[in-house]
């Protein structure tokens, strides 16, 4: 059981070597091993997981519910702008989550600057490379700190 849980969608698995123009050269093992340490400093629990299967990452947003994760950060990828089932399941477990992008969704192509997410959201993070999930820790942090999740 973890305190917190990372959701990475499709094709975060290619971070460090996907456009790195766009996306920055840093990899998802990166990223995620910098999220446990900084989550461990404060005493959180952190479990992160990427899939580029939307039914996945739907089971381990029910799983999580199960599991009592307190708080969800997660980058839904392309799934931002076609996933209205991974919106539902976070709905349904009703844990509060903030939503991230490495790049500006408002900046790119018209179809990217729509999310399903943000309106359920609690804050929303994009076009700050990498640094918006430690942004998105930060928040996560002062959120269970006080006792709003």
């Keep these: 059981m973890s305190d917190i849980l990372v959701i990475h969608g499709p ?22 091993s910098g999220l446990k340490k900084l989550a461990k400093t404060k005493g959180f629990t952190l479990e992160a997981v990427q899939s580029n299967a939307e039914h996945v990452l739907i089971d381990h947003v029910q799983r999580a519910a199960t599991e009592r994760v307190r ?3 997660i980058n839904p990828a392309a799934f931002t702008h076609t ?8 709905k349904a477990v009703n844990i509060p989550f903030i ?5 500006n969704i408002f900046a790119r192509e018209e179809y990217r600057r ?11 993070i994009t076009g700050l490379g990498i640094y918006g999930y430690e942004l998105a820790l930060q928040a996560t942090f002062r959120a269970l700190e006080n006792n709003k999740a």
């Design 99 to 103: 939503e991230v992008h490495i790049s």
């Design 71 to 73: 708080f969800i950060i």
């Design 83 to 90: 996933s209205v089932a991974l919106k539902d399941a976070l």
């Design 11 to 32: 094709n975060l698995n290619l971070l460090g070597s996907r456009e790195p123009d766009l996306y920055g050269d840093t990899t998802l093992d990166s990223v995620d």
């Design 114 to 124: 729509h999310s399903y997410f943000s309106a359920d959201a609690v804050g929303v």
